[in-house]
C-alpha cells in the first residue's frame, strides 16, 4: 500500500510503466471535471472508473475487497473519506474470487484493520496483497468523487 499526495506520488520513486501511466493520468485530470464512468487509458491495461457516492458510515462489520489482476490507485478529487486497509490474510474470505468483476469480499476484524484518512488530492495504492474498504465515512456520509485506476499487473 502507498499514501501519499498525488503531486508527491507522481515525483516519487520508480514505478512500472503501466503505474506511471495511471499517476500521470491522474495528474494530467487534476482539477478537470469529469463524468462518471469508465475512461480508457491504455486498453485494459490501465483504466480509470470516475465514481461519484455518499461515503457509508463504519458499522460493526466493514466488507472488504480485494483484488488479484489489477492494483487500485483511488485517487480523491472532492470530499474527504476513510479507507479501511489490512493484510489480505486479515481478511475472512465470505465471497470467493469472482474473475469477471477481479474481487472478493470478507469482513476484517476490527482490531485488525487500519483507517487511513484521504482528502481531495490524495491518493491510495492497493496492491492485491492488500485487503481495502474504501468510501467510509469521517463521521457522518457526505458526497465524495473519486477516480479509481486500475493497473494490471505484469504477469
Not at 67 to 80: A, L, P
Not at 101 to 109: F, N
Not at 135 to 145: H, M, N
Request: aromatic share 8%; glycine share 8%; hydrophobic share 40%.
Amino acid at each position: 500500500m502507498i499514501i501519499a499526495d498525488l503531486k508527491d506520488a507522481v515525483q516519487q520513486g520508480a514505478f512500472p510503466s503501466a503505474l506511471r501511466k495511471g499517476f500521470d493520468f491522474l495528474a494530467q485530470v487534476q482539477g478537470q471535471t469529469l463524468p462518471d464512468g469508465r475512461v480508457e487509458i491504455d486498453g485494459q491495461t490501465v483504466f480509470a472508473l470516475v465514481q461519484s457516492y455518499n461515503s457509508k458510515p463504519r458499522g460493526d462489520v466493514i466488507r472488504f475487497e480485494a483484488h488479484r489482476k489489477y492494483v487500485d490507485i483511488q485517487c480523491v478529487v472532492e470530499g474527504e473519506e476513510y479507507e479501511g486497509w489490512a493484510s489480505l490474510p486479515q481478511m475472512e474470505v465470505t465471497t470467493d474470487y469472482i474473475p469477471k468483476k477481479d474481487i472478493l469480499l470478507g469482513p476484517v476484524a476490527a482490531g485488525d484493520m487500519t483507517l487511513v484518512r484521504l482528502k481531495a488530492g490524495q491518493v491510495a495504492v492497493f496492491y492485491p496483497t492488500d485487503a481495502h474498504a474504501p468510501g467510509l465515512a469521517i463521521d457522518e456520509p457526505t458526497p465524495i468523487k473519486k477516480i479509481v485506476v486500475k493497473v494490471a499487473l505484469d504477469k
